[in-house]
């Protein structure tokens, strides 16, 4: 028999080699196709007698199978067989346990000593997913030597759970704690780490894996699972009566809770399964994953997620918005103007993306800081073995620092991070365009100036463009990639091609004060501020914020970012609009905090927290009730909820109405990985689709009766929730 | 309606519940056996007069299970005819049971009954029987769970009461428990155990530390700060539910909250004439009773709506309180009682408690109803209110009145 998704190979001894290779991708993943065939190959492999036993593997270098095609997920078209809609989702489980079990009952395998053909598993690379969960379903796993090879069930990050028995079989074999640290915070482990837990046999060299899995399969007449084996009993314990598992399902439960704050429906999900999956036999604990997969896959949140954090993210990063048609500009070297805290962070990010960088600022000892900045983090890399000295000192080798404007002529991008002022960037930007050659690129890092206005400094507008990276840069994923008037096509495509090889989250932003994110940042510290001033207990703030799914409170935040930087950028912005500024309530807050009480943040060793002589923050300064008393009447968590949402929203809707974002896609996206917004929502447009446009304008409507017109939707969604129309149209 | 009344109350000592404890040799169905031989015999009563018992237990597995109550009537002799049943209402299982008993008399299910309960904490440990509440995903995500040392140090920290404030009652309860002992007014009700010798193993409160003063008990360390804060981060969870509050202030430990004690109780419940009929006159009549569902978290608030709902359904308000005894489970929980209700420490757990002699769970509802019922005749006084905290959000309250 032939297929298009794998080729089968018996040799001599009756052992079939089963080489995983999806025509057209780059990796394997299980699709519909691939479903389908496997499971004929199954029916065919368990009745055919010239079959004695299988050995899986991939044709793919880059890996093994990393998973289900979650565009196939999304679309609702998972799973092959007929029937029920369960039947359905039923259809890989179904189909590996055959596998496992070569078509015979728990109870004919106990009882009258029937028992499967051989399955080994070769992996030569990655295995996460559904990968990972046909390896789990093969009786025998042997893994390249690789320490990079990444094993493991990664679906919370989506929304999702590992839906093919991965909740069932890897507790069974690793025991429940490990089991759940895998599948629940959905971090990979390396072969070594699989090998001592024990959900794989054997690590050889790359080459020899598909030799040893055979050898294994020729030993071996029949197989049969661990579970359908008479006497078994998890590893450390399971079910609802083994006090060690009781005491691990308390903990578990209450870590889940405590991370999670009740709003990662997968990660409760994942919690059942593996409870009640271990209480029952194997074949019902299969049942009840599935019956969870569908529940968390007919969850809007699970949608959300998996369209904001893997295809649009996948999408951005690849480089959806770059100017089609533009030939790939290669970048061996970047200058950087600047070697403060960004100038820094862009040296490293760019050193790490594996180009060289020149990076020039007034005095030796200024430049040096770019060099040390680094150093300090390739050393930290070292002395936790995540590095090797050979690499950290080629690493370190890319990064030239300077003094002198000459040593940029070669350069092929320019990276500007100077002092945020219009005199000090006219400056640097002429002297660099005095020696770079004529078709280079120069990229300004800003957050407050607008690039247009940059531009005039620049004889080569057109090769002008704005790219903001958040600090710190080396840890902050979002990159906004932002054109001026006059930007032209080339330059858009250099900054996604320079990105490509930095690997962030690129958005591109209107030429607009702030950007996106930082248009939508103010107002969410505003409201939280207001609340303050209003006698909102600070403790409710931050836990609503928390609750809401907010990494941090805002008050904490407020303390980190310092409120002096939001003072003094309300100071300019008040400058610069002059009579056309509109209070926003919170002047007179900040200029108590700042000014009359010096409680600036934590650089300043107080804010709304208090902190120790170590910087750590203590509890929240009580004092601050002396200056606005605590209301009587205190608000409900979800209002308080509800205010602070609702203001990332307006604001995130505010900016889509003017076009600062020009799709749904690239807001949410800014929104999560730009300043932490909720990640399970799928962002702000996506929790608004999910809501309904016309619940949205409803709650915006009675958020500005009661709190001001700062919670007025844009007109625009009024108009789009009378039509009826949503934000990701085909959704 | 028929009147229940309380003809007897018996209790045994309390026994440390470690296995050097005075009754660790001793079986939970013989601590059971003992009581239930006893209150037959000393009252000469027939067994065949009794026709139920029920008997609070909290762990009901292992040689606490299959209905140790029935298991313990059959063992003390009684007649073939007086059944029994196991009640578990968490630490409120031994005053429920006896509300049960009561219920049974005051529907006319039964003219003479037996409530009561058994633990032994040190032969079948606490949890021993699992359950879903906090194990279960489903439920232990839904209800918050948090165990009870991090709802009592919540209580603490949403009600104010500070560490001092938690030790000094826990002193004071010591301080009366020895008082009491010293002036023998536990001695009516008290009945030793004894060994298959015949040996009396135990004829007093073991655990008590009449010596505790503020300066011992401060040198203790919070015993809920390290579950709470680090592994696995209780705390967050109480801050979810009580978001209002910043962080948890851990204030108990084990000399401020309720120690672990083996022991059994019994109370004799009947209509009038069974008493004509046992030749045994009333001592109490049952007022009212109730039992409520509270927030589960914070868990154990549960005996103020408890008592306002058993003062309801009797006509009373708490004026007309003359003692008022609330199970010591943690000091921030009787603290938290007071102050709600507005109750004088001098008119509440007179004789101390479970922080200084025991808390057997399943027997420490009918062993305080007894103590107080002595009480109420020793000092004269003419009503008073039974009630305790219980796991998952619950409270159970008694009203009894002399006669």
């Given at each position: ?15 079939a ?78 189909v590996?346990?055959k596998?496992e079990?070569?078509?015979y009952?728990?109870?004919?395998i ?37 320490p990079k090879?990444?094993?493991?069930l990664?679906?919370?990050q ?13 507790p ?6 490990n ?19 024990g ?10 894996v598909v030799t ?14 661990p579970?359908d ?8 314990g ?13 903990g ?5 809770q405590?991370?999670?704050y ?36 007919a ?31 290669e ?14 962070g ?24 770019a060099?040390a900045?680094?150093?300090?983090i ?26 002198d ?9 320019i ?15 002429q ?35 704005g ?7 080396e ?5 906004e990639i932002?054109?001026?008037e006059?930007?032209?096509d ?6 996604f091609?320079?990105?490509a ?20 940042f ?13 006698g ?14 907010m990494?941090i ?7 980190e970012?310092?409120?002096?930087l939001?003072y ?7 400058q ?7 209070d926003?309530?919170?002047e ?5 905090m ?23 923050r203590?509890l929240?300064?009580?004092g ?11 608000p ?6 509800e205010r ?8 995130t809707a ?50 500005a ?6 919670f ?11 039509n ?8 | 309606m ?10 045994t ?24 031989a ?24 292992g ?13 003390a002799d009684?007649?073939?005819t ?8 968490f ?20 003219d ?18 699992g359950?879903a509440?906090?194990t ?17 140090d ?26 009491a ?9 008290i009945?030793?155990?004894r ?18 003063d503020?300066?011992?008990l401060g040198?203790?360390?919070?015993a ?6 680090m592994?696995p981060?209780?705390d967050?969870l ?11 202030n ?21 209509n ?7 030749d ?9 009773m ?7 978290t914070?868990?154990l ?6 008592a ?10 708490k ?16 603290l ?5 209700l507005?109750i ?6 007179v004789?101390g ?25 020793r ?8 009630t305790l905290?219980i ?13």
């Open positions: 028999m032939t297929y298009k998704t794998f080729t089968v190979d018996v040799d001599n001894d009756g052992i080699l089963v080489t995983i290779d999806l025509p057209g991708k780059s990796m394997n993943v299980w699709n519909g196709d691939l479903i389908a065939e496997f499971e004929t190959f199954v029916d065919d492999f368990t009745s055919n007698d010239e079959m004695k036993g299988a050995v899986i593997t991939s044709g793919k270098d880059s890996g093994f199978l990393a998973g289900a095609d979650l565009t196939m997920l999304g679309s609702g078209s998972a799973g092959g067989g007929e029937g029920s809609a369960f039947d359905q989702a039923f259809t890989l489980n179904r590996l346990r596998m079990t070569g078509g009952t728990a109870k004919q106990a009882k009258e000593g029937k028992a499967a053909k051989p399955v080994a598993c070769a992996l030569g690379g990655l295995a996460l997913g559904g990968g990972l969960e046909l390896a789990l379903a093969c009786h025998y796993r042997v893994c390249a030597d690789n090879i990444q094993l493991g990664p679906e919370v989506v929304g999702l759970l590992p839906g093919a028995g991965g909740t069932q079989r890897l069974r074999l690793i025991g429940l704690q089991a759940a640290m895998i599948a629940m915070m959905g971090k990979p482990v390396n072969p070594a780490t699989a090998l001592a837990q959900f794989v046999h054997d690590v050889v060299p790359a080459d020899d040893k899995a055979k050898d294994w399969v020729k030993a071996n007449k029949t197989a049969t699972a579970w084996k008479p006497g078994f009993k998890f590893p450390g399971g079910g609802a009566m083994d006090p060690r598992a009781a005491q691990f399902f308390v578990a439960n209450a870590m889940a405590k991370q999670t009740h709003n990662y429906n997968a990660v409760q999900a994942i919690m059942s399964c593996l409870y009640e999956g271990s209480i029952v036999p194997f074949d019902t604990a299969i049942r009840i994953e599935t019956k969870y997969f569908m529940k968390l896959m969850d809007p949140q699970s949608k959300n997620m998996i369209r904001t954090l893997f295809i649009n993210k996948q999408a951005a990063e690849k480089g959806a918005a770059r100017p089609e048609g533009v030939p790939k500009l970048i061996k070297t970047v200058g950087v103007l600047g070697a403060g805290l960004m100038g820094s862009i040296t490293h990010v760019t050193a790490k993306g594996g180009m060289n960088v020149i990076v020039l600022d007034r005095s030796e000892e200024e430049a040096a800081k060099v900045y680094s150093q300090k390739v050393d930290k890399g070292v002395q936790r073995g995540k590095m090797s000295q050979e690499k950290a000192d080629a690493f370190m080798a890319r990064i030239t620092p300077t003094t404007y000459n040593d940029l002529k070669d350069v092929d991008l990276i500007e991070a100077v002092f945020e002022n219009p005199d000090v960037k006219k400056d640097v930007i002297k660099t365009e005095a020696v770079i050659s004529k078709d280079v690129i120069f990229a300004s890092n800003t957050s407050t100036l607008p690039i247009s206005g940059l531009a005039k400094n620049s004889e080569r507008p057109d090769q002008f463009i790219l903001h990276f958040f600090s710190p840069v840890k902050m994923p979002l990159i932002i054109p001026g006059k930007t032209g080339r330059a858009l495509a250099a900054a091609d320079y990105n090889k930095i690997r962030k989250t690129p958005i591109v932003v209107k030429d607009v004060r702030g950007f996106f994110t930082n248009r939508v103010p107002p969410y510290m505003n409201e939280a501020m207001l609340m303050v001033t209003e909102v207990k600070p403790a409710l703030i931050e836990n609503a914020a928390k609750d809401l799914g990494p409170g805002p008050l904490a935040l407020l303390d970012t310092t409120l002096k939001g003094d950028v309300l100071q300019s912005t008040k610069e609009l002059g009579d056309a500024y509109v926003n309530g919170t007179d807050f900040m200029d108590l700042v000014n009359k009480l010096g409680r600036s943040g934590r650089r300043f060793g107080k804010g709304f927290y208090d902190y120790d002589d170590k910087g750590e203590q929240l300064w009580k601050m009730a002396d200056h606005y008393p605590l209301s009587n009447d205190q409900s968590v979800e209002e308080v909820k602070l949402l609702y203001i990332q929203l307006i604001a505010q900016c889509y109405d003017e076009q600062v974002v020009s799709d749904p896609q690239s807001a949410d996206l800014g929104a999560i990985f730009g300043w932490g917004f909720a990640p399970y929502t799928g962002g702000p447009m996506s929790y608004i689709d999910t809501i309904g446009m016309d619940n949205f304008v409803r709650n915006t409507d009675s958020l009766q009661r709190y001001g017109k700062r007025t939707p844009p007109g625009s969604f009024r108009k789009m929730a009378d009826g129309e949503t934000l990701y149209k085909a959704a | 028929t009147e229940a009344f309380i003809y007897d109350a018996i209790r000592p309390r026994g440390k519940g470690r296995t050097d404890g005075a009754l660790h040799e001793i079986t939970p169905v013989q601590l059971a056996t003992q009581v239930l006893t209150i037959r015999d000393r009252n000469n009563i027939d067994g065949k007069e009794i026709e139920d018992v029920a008997f609070g237990c909290v762990s009901p597995v040689e606490q299970g299959a209905v140790i109550t029935r298991t313990a009537v059959v063992n009684y007649p073939d007086t059944a029994g049943i196991q009640v578990n209402r630490c409120g299982s031994g005053l429920e049971a006896s509300n049960i008993a009561a219920a049974k008399i005051m529907s006319g299910e039964a003479l009954v037996i409530g009561g309960g058994v633990e032994s904490m040190s032969r079948v440990p606490m949890g021993s029987d359950g509440w906090p279960d995903p489903e439920t232990a995500f839904k209800s918050y769970f948090v165990p009870q040392g991090i709802s009592a919540l209580i603490a920290t949403k009600y104010g009461f500070s560490r001092d404030d938690v030790d000094a009652y826990a002193v004071e309860s010591q301080k009366r428990a020895k008082t002992w010293d002036e023998g007014r536990f001695k009516k009700s009945i030793p155990v060994d298959v010798i015949g040996e009396v193993v135990l004829d007093h409160d073991e655990l008590m530390r009449p010596q505790t503020m300066q011992s040198a203790l360390s919070p809920f700060q390290g579950m709470g804060e592994m981060g209780f967050s109480a801050l979810q539910r009580y978001p209002e509050l910043e962080k948890i851990h204030v108990h430990h084990a000399g401020n909250s309720s120690g672990i004690v083996d022991g059994a109780a019994a109370v004799l419940i009947g009038t004439e069974a008493g004509k009929r046992i045994m006159k009333p001592r109490a009549r049952f007022r009212s109730a039992s409520i569902g509270s927030e589960p914070i868990m608030t549960g005996p103020e709506f408890a306002e709902k058993a003062l309801k359904r009797a006509g009373m308000t004026s007309d309180i003359d003692i008022w005894e609330l199970n010591e489970a943690f000091a921030a929980v009787v938290r009682f007071m102050q709600a507005d004088d420490h001098g008119d509440i757990n004789n408690g479970a922080i200084a002699m025991g808390h057997p769970l399943g027997a420490t509802g009918a062993m305080i109803l007894g103590t107080v019922l002595d009480e109420m005749e000092a004269d006084k003419e009503t008073a209110l039974i905290c796991g998952a959000g619950m409270g159970t309250a008694t009203i009894i009145e002399r006669v």
